[in-house]
């Protein structure tokens, strides 16, 4: 939950209207108290309230000075998209504003480097703008000042991102591969905390991925989608092709599942624990980390290939998904004929 609620407010349709008169008159002061109202009366605005002041909100992202308050901006549309304001409508200018100060972020750190060799890169926070800063990323003074905001607000951006990005497969399809080389490369700078954006940014919807179990020598076909980590994704293949009876194995307890794909939002952390059924390897054999994505399987002749062999060792985690709001899916469209599984082991280190 982005915002609390709190105690009742002005009239919120009203305070819209005086918002968005400021921004086109584009009066600071006016809009400065006309925000601060918008944000307080979110705090005590009911759903349905929340539904149309959405995308009016994320629509006065792109008129906002790139050195004001965006990122509060942004977080507001997406509290009322949290609420039931609609994620596309909100989504393209939301996106759009996290994906200016990702490509900024990385400029800032690109000057920085250029400006003193060997230094650590700064931490992200305001308190290290000052004027040797501006005059180390040079250039025009309002341009180091945005890149310099970007550097310590964008992690501010992820909340909002989220919201548009977790509760729209379409907004994802359009928007997630755009976005992701950015936040990967800044994080990897180890300077912001970007992994929940990256992971939903990187989920596959409607992807088929093609499944060999070494063991029996047998493969499947299988369509995922939703799923936020490869924890879910282990979870759902073991319901699919254990719970299926078409591999040996222990199947996962229903109410792992029920966590893994339930389309209502989950409600807080449970106690739930899920137990490894498989070891998940990449056609080489190096193992797919349940801690990473499925993002994270070879593309092979056009498919995802995962090979499943004998767990190592027993593990358990805990059963609920990465993203709450967020159900996953899978499911076996075919299982392949053993000319089909000759071939695709060809593609491995095995033979089957």
Same mark, same amino acid.
């Given at each position: 939950?982005?915002?609390?609620?709190?105690?009742?407010?002005?009239?919120?349709?009203?305070?819209?209207?005086?918002?968005?008169?400021?921004?086109?008159?584009? =009066?600071?002061g006016?809009?400065?108290?006309?925000?601060?109202?918008a $944000?307080?009366?979110?705090?005590?605005a009911?759903?349905?309230?929340?539904?149309?002041?959405?995308?009016?909100?994320?629509?006065?992202?792109?008129?906002?000075?790139?050195?004001?308050p965006?990122? $509060?901006?942004?977080?507001m549309?997406?509290? *009322?998209?949290?609420?039931?304001?609609?994620?596309?409508?909100?989504?393209?200018?939301?996106?759009?504003?996290?994906?200016?100060?990702?490509?900024?972020?990385?400029?800032?750190?690109?000057?920085?480097?250029?400006?003193?060799?060997?230094?650590?890169?700064?931490?992200?926070?305001?308190?290290?703008?000052?004027?040797?800063?501006?005059?180390?990323?040079?250039?025009?003074?309002?341009?180091?000042?945005?890149?310099?905001?970007?550097?310590?607000?964008?992690?501010?951006?992820?909340?909002?991102a989220?919201?548009?990005?977790?509760?729209?497969?379409?907004?994802?399809?359009?928007?997630?591969?755009?976005?992701?080389?950015? *936040?990967?490369?800044?994080?990897?700078?180890?300077?912001?905390?970007?992994?929940?954006?990256?992971?939903?940014?990187?989920?596959?919807?409607?992807?088929?991925?093609?499944?060999?179990?070494?063991?029996?020598?047998?493969?499947?076909?299988?369509?995922?989608?939703?799923?936020? =980590?490869?924890?879910?994704?282990?979870?759902?293949?073991?319901?699919?092709?254990?719970?299926?009876?078409?591999?040996?194995?222990?199947?996962?307890?229903?109410?792992?599942?029920?966590?893994?794909?339930?389309?209502?939002?989950?409600?807080?952390?449970?106690?739930?624990?899920?137990?490894?059924?498989?070891?998940?390897?990449?056609?080489?054999?190096?193992?797919?980390?349940?801690?990473?994505?499925? =993002?994270?399987?070879?593309?092979?002749?056009?498919?995802?290939?995962?090979?499943? =062999?004998?767990?190592?060792?027993?593990?358990?985690?805990?059963?609920?998904r990465?993203?709450?709001?967020?159900?996953?899916?899978?499911?076996?469209?075919?299982?392949?004929?053993?000319?089909?599984?000759?071939?695709?082991?060809?593609?491995?280190?095995?033979?089957?």
């Amino acid at each position: 939950m982005i915002f609390r609620r709190k105690q009742k407010a002005a009239d919120l349709a009203a305070v819209m209207s005086e918002l968005e008169q400021a921004v086109a008159a584009r =009066d600071g002061g006016r809009t400065e108290r006309a925000f601060n109202a918008a $944000m307080r009366g979110l705090q005590s605005a009911t759903g349905t309230e929340c539904v149309p002041v959405g995308p009016r909100l994320a629509a006065l992202l792109p008129a906002f000075p790139p050195t004001g308050p965006r990122p $509060m901006l942004a977080t507001m549309a997406g509290f *009322c998209v949290e609420r039931g304001a609609d994620p596309a409508a909100c989504a393209e200018p939301v996106l759009d504003g996290i994906h200016r100060d990702l490509l900024d972020a990385l400029e800032f750190a690109r000057r920085w480097a250029a400006g003193g060799a060997g230094d650590e890169l700064p931490e992200a926070d305001e308190k290290i703008i000052d004027d040797a800063l501006m005059a180390r990323l040079g250039g025009d003074t309002h341009e180091a000042l945005r890149l310099a905001l970007a550097w310590c607000s964008v992690e501010q951006w992820q909340p909002p991102a989220l919201a548009v990005l977790c509760r729209s497969t379409d907004v994802r399809r359009r928007h997630a591969s755009a976005l992701l080389p950015a *936040c990967r490369d800044l994080a990897a700078l180890e300077r912001h905390d970007l992994k929940c954006l990256a992971y939903a940014l990187a989920i596959l919807d409607d992807e088929p991925l093609v499944v060999l179990h070494r063991p029996t020598g047998t493969g499947f076909e299988v369509r995922i989608g939703g799923i936020g =980590d490869n924890f879910q994704l282990h979870t759902l293949l073991a319901h699919v092709l254990v719970g299926g009876g078409h591999v040996p194995g222990t199947a996962p307890s229903a109410e792992s599942v029920r966590l893994a794909t339930d389309p209502e939002p989950a409600q807080g952390r449970t106690g739930a624990v899920a137990t490894g059924a498989f070891e998940l390897l990449a056609p080489d054999g190096e193992r797919i980390w349940n801690e990473g994505l499925p =993002d994270d399987i070879p593309v092979v002749e056009g498919r995802r290939l995962l090979v499943l =062999d004998e767990a190592m060792y027993p593990r358990s985690w805990n059963a609920d998904r990465f993203f709450p709001m967020l159900p996953g899916t899978a499911e076996l469209t075919r299982v392949l004929s053993a000319d089909e599984v000759q071939t695709w082991f060809t593609y491995t280190c095995w033979t089957s």
